[in-house]
């Protein structure tokens, strides 16, 4: 593994951390079945995601009673932190342990902060789906290889981040999905879409029915898909053409198995220069759904510059 002290595109491949992986993912879903708990909906599930911070993931401020919570995966520091409004904090060494015990410890630490937790104890979107109570398969921590990937978020947090920054239509934040462990950014072109048909395992078709709800373009982030992972895009519904449409960089393809534009991290990682290789990805699969999906892309875009010459010269006034 290469440092993450030396590269803003650390290496990791998918294979070597795949035990840590999995029992992270399961960590991520029990953490964000108790933001999805007590947050107010919000269209497309927007309310249950976790977000990259300086350190980690966090679920950002969780309204409880007349208060609130957050909790935040520090993986600098490996530790997972519950920090209350009312001055309470507890904290939990992130190591080796089993899914049972992480979800029995955190259940433990919100009671003892005085707060409730009533989730589904069941995960989402994988096979087999393990109650987290009875998981003692997934007991895996290896602390290099979270920091590494945390390190990888950031990298496609901060190019997504500046991607988004182009589109002034209806746009996600920039989120961290735990049923599918994947960073995402979705677009909208304003206009409904049909019902999404689900087939998501152990996901009800009513939760994509909602996710889908609307034409968009969406692109991401995910620790798969490639050796050390890809960036990923996709338009709902897929416009006539959209598979066969030109993209770029060179590396990009489209994939039949998940109907999707892959670039895989490595390609990107090693790219001259990986941001702008990553942004001509995002930039140039959007174009394919907006452009074949007739989007009207003068009124949902414009440049993120659009104040900086105006600023300028009054700054010089």
Not at 117 to 125: L, S
């Amino acid at each position: 593994m290469i440092s993450p002290a030396t590269t803003s595109w650390p290496s990791l491949r998918v294979s070597d951390w795949t035990a840590t992986r999995k029992t992270l993912h399961m960590w991520t879903q029990i953490v964000g079945k108790i933001r999805m708990a007590h947050a107010p909906m919000v269209n497309h599930w927007w309310q249950v995601t976790l977000y990259v911070s300086a350190r980690g993931l966090t679920t950002s401020t969780i309204p409880y009673r007349s208060g609130a919570f957050e909790i935040e995966f520090d993986l600098v520091e490996h530790q997972l932190e519950i920090r209350s409004s009312d001055g309470g904090v507890r904290r939990l060494p992130l190591r080796p342990m089993a899914v049972a015990e992480f979800y029995a410890r955190v259940l433990h630490l919100l009671d003892e902060l005085g707060i409730e937790a009533p989730i589904r104890p069941h995960p989402n979107e994988v096979e087999p789906a393990i109650p987290f109570a009875e998981d003692h398969v997934h007991a895996s921590y290896d602390a290099e290889a979270a920091t590494l990937f945390w390190r990888q978020l950031l990298a496609a947090n901060r190019v997504i981040g500046e991607f988004r920054s182009h589109f002034v239509g209806k746009v996600s934040p920039v989120h961290f999905f735990w049923g599918a462990m994947d960073l995402a950014c979705t677009r909208f072109s304003g206009r409904p879409a049909p019902a999404h048909p689900g087939g998501a395992p152990n996901c009800g078709d009513w939760v994509m029915v909602e996710g889908y709800s609307r034409e968009l373009s969406s692109c991401g982030f995910w620790p798969g898909g490639g050796e050390e992972g890809a960036f990923y895009a996709y338009a709902y519904p897929a416009p006539d053409g959209f598979a066969e449409h030109a993209v770029a960089p060179d590396g990009a393809f489209y994939s039949a198995e998940f109907q999707q534009f892959l670039l895989p991290y490595e390609v990107a990682r090693t790219a001259p220069d990986p941001d702008r290789a990553v942004a001509e990805f995002l930039h140039s699969t959007y174009a394919a759904a907006a452009d074949l999906g007739a989007w009207d892309r003068a009124a949902l875009e414009d440049d993120p510059d659009r104040w900086d010459d105006r600023t300028a010269r009054r700054t010089d006034a």
